[in-house]
């Protein structure tokens, strides 16, 4: 699909992902890569206590995975890219904890794709993490990425 027919289709949910585990061996990897290594993340005991139940996974962890969920998706794809760099985001809200174990998958919506200019697009789009077997999302987000053609 060319950039042009695909900035036909703003307003339009333009892919899902696959389903993916947010297990606690990804939890305490994120952990170690950030040393965010709050007991809420990983010590499975003490987070028994909280109002979570249990260890849930870090919001930044959810976030981070929209590249992963997005190659994981039926998205259409883009002819002739050359690479896609992200931008970054607008009005990231984290909505619901993801629990250890839960499954997540991601929901893109298509915002905005302007071409910046020849050969360069923005892509923008509204992402929403969902939960498996929950009401609320994980968390929702407009994401940029740049597109080179």
Same mark, same amino acid.
């Given at each position: 699909m060319s950039p042009q #027919?695909?900035?036909g289709k703003v307003g339009e949910v333009i892919g899902t992902s696959e389903w993916v585990e947010m297990s606690q061996e990804r939890i305490n990897q994120f952990a170690d890569a950030t040393g965010d290594h709050q007991? $809420?993340? $990983? #010590?499975?005991?003490? *987070?028994? @206590? =909280?109002?979570? %139940?249990? =260890? $849930?996974a870090h919001g930044f962890l959810t976030l !981070? @995975? &929209?590249?992963?969920? %997005? *190659?994981? !998706? #039926? @998205?259409p794809r883009l002819d002739g890219v050359k690479m896609g760099v992200n931008y970054g985001g607008n009005k990231t809200r984290f909505i619901s904890p993801v629990r250890s174990g839960k499954r997540i998958r991601g929901h893109w919506k298509l915002v905005e794709m302007i071409e910046k200019r020849p050969g360069q697009w923005q892509q923008t !789009?509204? &992402? =929403?993490?969902?939960i498996e077997g929950e009401d609320k999302p994980a968390l929702i987000t407009e994401w940029i990425t740049q597109i080179f053609v």
């Open positions: #027919d695909l900035a007991f $809420i993340h $990983i #010590d499975e005991e003490k *987070a028994k @206590m =909280t109002p979570f %139940g249990g =260890t $849930i !981070s @995975m &929209i590249p992963y969920l %997005g *190659a994981q !998706s #039926d @998205m !789009s509204e &992402i =929403t993490m969902e």
